[in-house]
Structures are given as C-alpha cells and as structure tokens.
C-alpha cells in the first residue's frame, strides 16, 4: 500500500522555466512533508519542508505548496538550472514518538540547457 | 556533506553471509533511522533509534538488526543474506531543535549479494 505516491517517474524542462512535482498521499494523519534531492551514488539531500498547519513554504528558487483536502503537494522550482537535474522525493512524517519517514517512488527531473 | 558519515561505501559479499554497515550521526543528534533503497524502489522504513533505545521499527526483515551505542553511532547487522538484500542502505539523524522532523542522510553503503 503506497501511502505517499509521485505519479510521473520523470519530468524534462528546459533550463530557466518552471519545475513543477507533484506527490499525493492517503493518510490524513501525515503532519510535515518534505521533499530530497538525490544524485546518483549519493544520499538524499533534505531541501525543503512544509507542515499541515501551512498551505505554503518558500525558500529561495523553491517553493512547496499543500492542499489537504486533496491530499496533494508540489514543489515549484523557479527558474530552473541545469543543475537541478536529480531524482525528487517527496516524504510524509505522522510525527508523534517516530517520525519516521514514508517516501515516494522518486521523479527523475532533467533540466535542458 | 550533511555530516552523517556510512561506512563502508561499498561491500560485495556472499549469500549466507553476515554484514555490519555502520553509521555516525550529525554531531549532537539522539535519533538515527536506517532506510534501505532496492532496485527502482524508493527508500523504505526499516528501523529508529533514539538516544541508544529503539523507537520504531517498519519493515525490517527479522534477519536483520540494529543497534545504537552511548557514543550514538549506529550499526545495522544483516545476516543469512539473500540475493534480494542487495541494496542501498541510508542512515539518516535529526536534531532535537526541529523536533526531530527533518532528517539528514549520509551517503550510504552499496551492498551487493553475489
């Protein structure tokens, strides 16, 4: 049971436009979401957060939006760089006691020159 | 660098072997969580420490341990391994100050079951 899911397994946009990932997930008890740039061979990089009680979170070129009741977040990177090219997961924490981390599948973003 | 250091980077070993991959921590942070990463999956659950006690535990195989020790390093014992264990394997810690909701990776360690 995939309880946070990333629908495209890649994305291509040319470089200086909009990136923009997507990630749904299932269980209303998620609280904090954040999103991981990874390079192969490497680990995931955290690069930015959002918890439930926002709607919005800015940082930067990066951008992650919330809508609850459609259980659905996006990051927007903007504009985007050649070197933004990497696998994107989203994850979703229940919080509480572990804070364990439930990840997508991953969506492989290549930004053309 | 996220300061969470794995070693080894890479291990090649056989079926039916055993292997400890270990982890450090960022410096300061009680809780250690271990991911592993297969073949065109994302990463999966396996095990949290905090502060030297297990936390929680998600789908790990009962072949498979974990410990964290009062210097707060972490280390994840495989056994009997299968073909199927060969994956990536992250560590991740958190700080306190964020309640412990973001996490930082290290690395990781490639294993490969021959």
């Known amino acids: 049971d995939q309880q946070v899911k990333q629908n495209s397994p890649s994305l291509s946009v040319q470089e200086g436009r909009i990136s923009i990932l997507n990630c749904d997930y299932t269980?209303?008890?998620?609280?904090?979401f954040l999103w991981y740039k990874k390079y192969p061979a490497e680990g995931p990089t955290f690069l930015i957060s959002i918890s439930s009680i926002k709607d919005k979170n800015e940082d930067g070129r990066f951008t992650v939006f919330l809508n609850k009741s459609a259980k659905h977040l996006s990051l927007h990177i903007v504009p985007s760089q050649p070197g933004d090219s990497a696998v994107y997961f989203c994850?979703?924490?229940?919080?509480?006691?572990?804070?364990?981390?439930?990840f997508g599948t991953g969506t492989l973003l290549a930004v053309q020159p | 660098d996220s300061g969470v250091t794995q070693t080894p980077k890479h291990l090649i070993t056989a079926t039916g072997q055993r292997v400890t991959l270990r982890c450090s921590p960022r410096?300061?942070?009680?809780?250690v969580y271990w991911y592993q990463q297969s073949l065109d999956q994302g990463l999966q659950f396996l095990i949290q420490y905090y502060n030297g006690e297990e936390r929680a535990k998600g789908n790990i195989l009962e072949r498979f341990s974990a410990q964290q020790f009062p210097d707060l390093h972490s280390e994840l014992n495989l056994s009997s391994l299968e073909l199927g264990d060969s994956a990536l394997y992250f560590c991740?810690?958190?700080?306190?100050?964020?309640?412990?909701?973001?996490?930082?990776f290290g690395p990781g360690t490639r294993l490969t079951v021959l």
């Open positions: 269980n209303s008890m998620f609280d904090y």
């Open positions: 991740a810690s958190s700080p306190q100050t964020s309640g412990g909701l973001t996490q930082y």
């Open positions: 410096s300061g942070d009680l809780s």
């Open positions: 994850a979703a924490s229940g919080g509480g006691a572990t804070n364990k981390l439930i």
